[in-house]
């Protein structure tokens, strides 16, 4: 009896054996697959060996031989084979369930960009052998400023911009101290265009400014470089999602001139009488009969406002990309009657026609108007004497008591040096 049950046991041994010897191959088929394929690279699809082939969130893959194949073992047909080469766009494919893969790999522009050295830049620094500082535009838009260029003041070292003092005038620009062929200014650079003048900019408008402060600009802009070079790049489109903005700027602005030391009337008639008895001649005003105390300083300059306003549109898709602004600018000059008014508008549109082909357009428009200074007002504002009224009794301008002065007010209202401008 024990020896049949001995025999029973055996047998159900080695029966469940076999059958487990004849089920694995179908296990280790089922969970194992070989992929196999040829990568090439787009626009000649040429093969490239050194692909590397990994199945993705594993460390499990291979490289692509001297004629682009390859072979890699998967463990699940819905796995996921990632491609990477240098220069190219890494692509993620799943296999789903395929035993052959081919795959064509596209340049990767933006990555061939950031090391290839070119003499007008986007928004990086453009001239790696010499001496670059880079502004963002953030950085340019806290300063209310209407000439970008005056958004460097104190940004930058090694440059130095005295603002003219006048609204909408481009201020003087020194890089590397005095320059030559009698002409101090930078080169400025936007968007590839090469101008003198960078006034008629929008400031919310610039993605970043670059400066080019070695000598080494000469070798890509010529002599026109030597004084040193502004690149100038501005905004596109970079949301996926359309995205509107508008920007507002107020502010106010006044001139400090006490530090002048202006005498007042009493001084000055106490001055003026000192004087003339000194010299022999008789004293020329009573003390007791002098009224009028005229600040002629109070009366040339003002309390300023200055506005900057902005909407701008912007979106970028597979199909194109899109940058669309307009802005209005306006600054009151702290000397009465001067101003500066300017609009801009500014499309920076690109297509992409095909995978290879992009056809794009940056255009802007600029209309500006201006009252400039009369500059006699403020040398006439520091010689007038205070003693003399603004105006007399019966509307006419104070008359000034000395040759080579004049009224300063009567100087601002008579004169006129209104311009109007565009750039397209």
Same mark, same amino acid.
Not at 122 to 137: E, I, Y
Not at 337 to 361: E, V
């Given at each position: 009896?024990?020896?049949?049950?001995?025999? @029973?046991?055996?047998?159900?041994?080695?029966?469940?054996?076999? /059958?487990?010897?004849?089920?694995?191959?179908?296990?280790?088929?089922?969970?194992?697959?070989?992929? !196999?394929? !040829?990568?090439?690279?787009?626009?000649?699809?040429?093969?490239?060996?050194?692909? =590397?082939?990994?199945?993705?969130?594993?460390?499990? &893959?291979?490289?692509?031989?001297?004629?682009?194949?390859?072979?890699?073992?998967?463990?699940?047909?819905?796995?996921? *084979?990632?491609?990477?080469?240098?220069?190219?766009? $890494?692509?993620?494919?799943?296999?789903?369930?395929?035993?052959?893969?081919?795959? !064509?790999?596209?340049?990767?522009?933006? @990555?061939? @960009?950031?090391?290839?050295?070119?003499?007008?830049? $986007?928004?990086?620094?453009?001239?790696?052998?010499? /001496?670059?500082?880079?502004?963002?535009?953030?950085?340019?838009?806290?300063?209310?400023?209407?000439?970008?260029?005056?958004?460097?003041?104190?940004?930058?070292?090694?440059?130095?911009?005295?603002?003219?003092?006048?609204?909408?005038?481009?201020?003087? %620009?020194?890089?590397?101290?005095?320059?030559?062929?009698?002409?101090?200014?930078?080169?400025?650079?936007?968007?590839?265009?090469? *101008?003198?003048?960078?006034?008629?900019?929008?400031?919310?408008?610039?993605?970043?400014?670059?400066?080019?402060k070695d000598a080494s600009a000469t070798a890509i802009y010529g002599s026109r470089g030597a004084n040193g070079v502004i690149i100038i790049t501005t905004k596109s489109g970079s949301s996926e999602d359309p995205q509107f903005s508008f920007n507002m700027y107020e502010g106010l602005q006044k001139v400090n001139y006490n530090g002048f030391g202006m005498v007042n009337t009493d001084q000055y008639v106490t001055l003026v009488n000192e004087s003339l008895v000194n010299s022999g001649a008789a004293s020329r005003f009573n003390p007791d009969s002098v009224s009028t105390s005229t600040n002629w300083f109070d009366e040339v300059y003002r309390l300023?406002? %200055?506005?900057?306003? @902005?909407?701008?549109?912007?979106?970028?898709?597979?199909?194109?990309?899109?940058?669309?602004? /307009?802005?209005?600018?306006?600054?009151?000059?702290?000397?009465?009657?001067?101003?500066?008014?300017?609009?801009?508008?500014?499309?920076?549109?690109?297509?992409?026609?095909?995978?290879?082909?992009?056809?794009?357009?940056? %255009?802007? &428009?600029?209309?500006?108007?201006?009252?400039?200074?009369?500059?006699?007002?403020?040398?006439?504002?520091?010689?007038?004497?205070?003693?003399?009224?603004?105006?007399?009794?019966?509307?006419?301008?104070?008359?000034?008591?000395?040759?080579? $002065?004049? =009224?300063? %007010?009567?100087?601002?209202?008579?004169?006129?040096?209104? !311009?109007?401008?565009?750039?397209?």
């Amino acid at each position: 009896m024990n020896s049949n049950n001995s025999t @029973q046991q055996k047998f159900r041994l080695w029966w469940a054996v076999f /059958a487990v010897g004849l089920t694995c191959p179908q296990m280790i088929f089922a969970q194992s697959q070989t992929v !196999t394929g !040829t990568v090439t690279v787009a626009p000649d699809q040429s093969t490239v060996p050194g692909v =590397n082939v990994v199945v993705k969130g594993t460390t499990q &893959g291979t490289v692509t031989d001297i004629d682009g194949k390859y072979s890699v073992s998967i463990t699940n047909p819905d796995d996921t *084979l990632t491609f990477t080469y240098v220069g190219y766009v $890494t692509q993620n494919i799943p296999v789903n369930g395929q035993s052959t893969l081919d795959v !064509t790999l596209a340049e990767d522009v933006a @990555q061939l @960009q950031e090391v290839v050295v070119v003499g007008y830049g $986007t928004q990086k620094k453009s001239d790696l052998t010499g /001496a670059v500082s880079s502004v963002k535009a953030e950085d340019i838009t806290k300063i209310g400023a209407g000439i970008p260029s005056e958004a460097l003041q104190g940004k930058v070292a090694g440059v130095n911009v005295t603002p003219s003092g006048v609204p909408g005038q481009q201020p003087n %620009i020194n890089i590397r101290g005095v320059g030559t062929l009698g002409n101090s200014n930078p080169l400025f650079v936007v968007d590839g265009v090469l *101008l003198n003048d960078i006034s008629f900019l929008n400031n919310n408008d610039i993605a970043s400014m670059e400066v080019l402060k070695d000598a080494s600009a000469t070798a890509i802009y010529g002599s026109r470089g030597a004084n040193g070079v502004i690149i100038i790049t501005t905004k596109s489109g970079s949301s996926e999602d359309p995205q509107f903005s508008f920007n507002m700027y107020e502010g106010l602005q006044k001139v400090n001139y006490n530090g002048f030391g202006m005498v007042n009337t009493d001084q000055y008639v106490t001055l003026v009488n000192e004087s003339l008895v000194n010299s022999g001649a008789a004293s020329r005003f009573n003390p007791d009969s002098v009224s009028t105390s005229t600040n002629w300083f109070d009366e040339v300059y003002r309390l300023a406002s %200055i506005r900057d306003y @902005q909407l701008s549109f912007n979106q970028k898709t597979d199909k194109a990309s899109y940058f669309v602004s /307009a802005g209005y600018f306006g600054q009151q000059g702290v000397l009465k009657k001067t101003s500066f008014d300017r609009f801009t508008l500014r499309l920076n549109n690109s297509y992409n026609l095909t995978d290879y082909i992009t056809i794009g357009h940056n %255009i802007s &428009g600029s209309w500006n108007s201006s009252q400039n200074p009369n500059n006699g007002a403020l040398q006439f504002a520091y010689r007038m004497s205070p003693v003399v009224p603004v105006r007399l009794p019966d509307g006419s301008y104070g008359p000034s008591l000395s040759t080579g $002065t004049g =009224n300063p %007010i009567a100087a601002i209202d008579y004169f006129n040096n209104d !311009t109007d401008g565009k750039e397209l």
